[in-house]
């Protein structure tokens, strides 16, 4: 079940840029579950990486090697390589090693990333008798097929791309994300992979990656929990007849706005397919006195049990709403100040329940698929918009069910 599922767009081959997959049978055999990524040896590279104390092998691999030239990636859905230990981190560098030696280069230029099931001990054997097939298989043109081979409970695959007009002349965008539970990044999201064709140095292209992440896959949570294997990448091939980016430059101004759209899209995907989801959430606080707390608002309502199943209900319970913003722990709160919207129907002003609000309008609202929660604080200018989903009985049969 997904809310509104969009329509997989016609992805733009990156100049510079391969990706070849194949089935290794990780977990199941009806589609590829293995994808490898080489990028043209003059490319840079950026990334970041879930926050989660206990981080899988491959994150810890990868970011070791992100200075190290990486030329290549190495994804696998269907297995997370986490929470296995030393023989993990030697399973990753098995990858690795071997994916370095079928394509001619060192195991520290390749960075890999697993996915799925926490504890088991990845197919070692049968990835690397695979990757032989996925690297025959390189093209620029499988932006589709990888985006279905590094799926794992998605109902959909998920992509997008877009064109940087410049006066200059243009730059490609393209990009993949997998992620549909586990999802509150506090980095990235599960997996993505965006990659360009502009001319930039790692430094200035590792500062547009945090701000694109930071403004939209840190602004979504479908359920609150942070992976063990959330990792994001940026890659610029360099192959764009546009000048190098420069730092404070129009056209990096550009760029970066367009690489805040591409990631902003490949987010809300994400929270569209939250496993279980029939409402998409938008959860919008105002008046803050700063970011941070608007967001901490923001994720408070979105991360309330009772919130969520309200929504799924389409029950107009706005008293949840207004207990969740009570417990976000935001000193000195004028309650007289705070006013709460369900769409454009005010439900509660200066603390309390609207006099003009009626059951009846707040029920249009909560039985539309998609709603926008507005909450105004009453205590700065600050603005931040979380994204999130409601908490169905499918959510609980997909995960209870998720190993067997």
């Given at each position: ?7 997989f ?10 990706l070849?997959?194949?089935c ?86 390749v960075?890999?990333?697993?996915t ?7 197919p070692?054997e049968k ?16 932006w ?21 007009s410049?006066?200059e ?14 999802i ?7 997996l993505?992979?965006v ?8 430094g200035?292209?590792?500062r ?13 949570t ?44 490949l987010?809300?995907?994400?929270v569209?397919?939250?496993e ?19 967001v ?19 029950d ?10 009570g417990?976000?722990g ?13 769409g ?50 499918d959510y609980?049969r ?7």
């Amino acid at each position: 079940m997904a809310v509104g599922v969009p329509k997989f767009p016609v992805m733009r081959a990156v100049d510079g840029v391969l990706l070849g997959t194949y089935c290794a049978q990780i977990k199941q055999c009806v589609r590829d579950d293995l994808l490898v990524v080489e990028m043209d040896p003059e490319s840079t590279c950026s990334a970041v990486f879930t926050q989660n104390a206990f981080c899988a092998a491959p994150v810890v691999l990868a970011k070791q090697n992100l200075r190290k030239d990486p030329r290549w990636l190495v994804i696998n859905s269907g297995n997370a390589n986490a929470g296995t230990g030393a023989k993990g981190l030697q399973d990753a560098q098995s990858i690795c090693l071997t994916l370095s030696q079928i394509a001619g280069g060192r195991m520290e230029q390749v960075l890999p990333f697993s996915t799925g099931v926490i504890g088991e001990s990845l197919p070692v054997e049968k990835i690397t008798q695979a990757l032989p097939k996925a690297i025959d298989n390189l093209s620029e043109d499988n932006w589709a097929q990888a985006a279905e081979a590094i799926m794992t409970t998605d109902t959909f695959p998920k992509g997008v791309s877009k064109v940087v007009s410049l006066d200059e002349g243009s730059i490609t965008i393209t990009g993949i994300s997998k992620g549909a539970g586990m999802i509150q990044p506090n980095m990235a999201t599960m997996l993505s992979f965006v990659a360009t064709d502009a001319k930039i140095e790692d430094g200035l292209l590792q500062r547009c990656l945090q701000h694109a992440v930071e403004q939209s896959f840190n602004r979504i949570t479908v359920d609150g929990d942070t992976s063990t294997n959330d990792a994001c990448v940026l890659m610029a091939s360099g192959h764009s007849d546009v000048p190098e980016l420069l730092e404070g430059s129009q056209s990096y101004q550009h760029f970066c706005d367009v690489v805040n759209d591409v990631f902003s899209e490949l987010a809300e995907a994400i929270v569209r397919d939250g496993e279980g989801a029939t409402k998409l959430i938008s959860i919008v606080v105002s008046q803050a006195q700063n970011d941070q707390e608007a967001v901490r608002v923001g994720k408070t309502i979105a991360h309330s049990p009772l919130v969520k199943t309200a929504f799924f209900a389409s029950d107009p319970n706005w008293g949840r709403i207004l207990a969740a913003v009570g417990r976000a722990g935001i000193e000195d709160f004028a309650l007289d100040k705070v006013s709460i919207f369900l769409g454009e129907v005010c439900v509660v002003n200066s603390g309390t329940k609207d006099s003009q609000y009626t059951e009846a309008a707040g029920q249009k609202v909560m039985d539309a698929e998609e709603i926008t929660i507005t909450v105004c604080l009453g205590r700065g200018v600050a603005q931040q918009t979380i994204k999130t989903c409601d908490l169905s009985y499918d959510y609980v049969r997909i995960n209870a069910e998720y190993r067997t």
